[in-house]
T-cell receptor, first 113, second 111 residues
Framework: KQEVTQIPAALSVPEGENLVLNCSFT??????LQWFRQDPGKGLTSLLL?????REQTSGRLNASLDKSSGRSTLYIAASQPGDSATYLC????????????FGKGTKLSVKP | DVKVTQSSRYLVKRTGEKVFLECVQD?????MFWYRQDPGLGLRLIYF???????EKGDIPEGYSVSREKKERFSLILESASTNQTSMYLC??????????FGSGTRLTVV
């Protein structure tokens, strides 16, 4: 059964720092991997989608990489800002469960001014 | 811009009531999903649908049912609400190669 793990569970950094959030998954049979952002009490906002055949995707200050063979993805945030404070969720569209999304528990990021 | 709309942001219902949570998407996506999110447990899949009038059970279907009469609308039904169904409910739709789009969530409190 696919399992997704995110490390660390929480992270606090000063404004301006570059940071990396980690995601690992146990079964490499995935269709794609998606990173989401969730603000308190709100829904999920899609940040980046990486197809299984791709290695990385970029959007503004965000860069996500995927190494399917080792079951790892990283989300890199450059020049962090207080507005980046949120919970970041990694999810894989799992080939073994009819393509359903399997989520990690998230990393709660706090960027201090 | 792609949109998934959940009809209510906040709901308070009494134990034993029948509750309907509505979700509408405007993207012509085939697939629609209902999740619940609880602290420490993350997101868990309740039901999903790959086509009109089609439904499949997710990981925690007990106490819930769904309806998909039209492609754009997927409803979650709590047959007899209980306090352990107090949660954040999230609807999503997806298309292969495009990924998932989520609604803004419904915070349901059952008293």
């Amino acid at each position: 059964k696919q399992e997704v793990t995110q490390i660390p569970a929480a992270l606090s950094v000063p404004e301006g720092e570059n940071l990396v959030l980690n995601c690992s998954f146990t079964d490499s049979a995935i269709y794609n991997l998606q990173w989401f952002r969730q603000d308190p009490g709100k829904g999920l906002t899609s940040l980046l989608l990486i197809q299984s055949s791709q290695r990385e995707q970029t959007s503004g200050r965000l860069n996500a990489s995927l190494d399917k063979s080792s079951g790892r993805s990283t989300l890199y945030i450059a020049a962090s800002q207080p507005g980046d404070s949120a919970t970041y969720l990694c999810a894989v569209e799992d080939g073994g469960s009819q393509g359903n999304l399997i989520f990690g528990k998230g990393t709660k990021l706090s960027v201090k001014p | 811009d792609v949109k998934v709309t959940q009809s209510s942001r906040y709901l308070v219902k009494r134990t034993g009531e029948k509750v309907f949570l509505e979700c509408v998407q405007d993207m012509d996506h085939e697939n629609m999903f209902w999740y619940r999110q609880d602290p420490g447990l993350g997101l868990r899949l309740i039901y999903f649908s790959y086509d009109v009038k089609m439904k499949e059970k997710g990981d925690i279907p007990e106490g819930y049912s769904v309806s998909r009469e039209k492609k754009e609308r997927f409803s979650l039904i709590l047959e007899s609400a209980s306090t352990n169904q107090t949660s954040m409910y999230l609807c999503a739709s997806s298309l292969i190669g495009i990924g998932y789009t989520f609604g803004s969530g419904t915070r349901l409190t059952v008293v």
